[in-house]
């Protein structure tokens, strides 16, 4: 088992950042393929960014792509989404998830473990 808790949402001006953090306990972050998802007010859940099970190997949603940075820091057991040049539209509820699949994951249904959620507002 492993839990996610998501952190370093908030509220923030148009081109403004913001970093999340997704802490995992129970097992070892490096095994796991992670990914970051969003939902925004009356609209599905949507894929942003993964992180493969190896590591070595990221995608992203063309909405995000240029702008955010998902990265992870194994001996803490965190993923980190770096969020730049922010829009009205980035607004939403944000997700982390995991899996021990190998593999490089932007569907929500390959993904195991979800934490809370944070949410991020940004204004315009």
């Known amino acids: 088992q492993v839990q996610l808790v998501e952190s370093g949402g908030g509220l923030v001006q148009a081109g403004g950042s913001l970093r999340l953090s997704c802490a995992a306990s129970?097992?070892?972050?490096?095994?796991?393929?992670v990914g970051w998802f969003r939902q925004a007010p009356g609209k599905e859940r949507d894929f942003v960014a993964a992180?493969?099970?190896?590591?070595?190997?990221?995608a992203y949603a063309d909405s995000v792509k240029g702008r955010f940075t998902i990265s992870r820091d194994n001996p803490k057991n965190t993923v980190y989404l770096q969020m730049n040049s922010l829009k009205p539209e980035d607004t939403a509820v944000y997700y982390c998830?995991?899996?021990?699949?190998?593999?490089?994951?932007?569907?929500?249904?390959?993904?195991?473990?979800w934490g809370q959620g944070t949410q991020v507002t940004v204004s315009s």
């Open positions: 129970g097992r070892t972050f490096s095994s796991y393929a």
């Open positions: 998830a995991a899996t021990a699949r190998r593999g490089l994951w932007r569907g929500q249904h390959e993904y195991h473990y």
């Open positions: 992180d493969s099970w190896s590591g070595d190997s990221t």
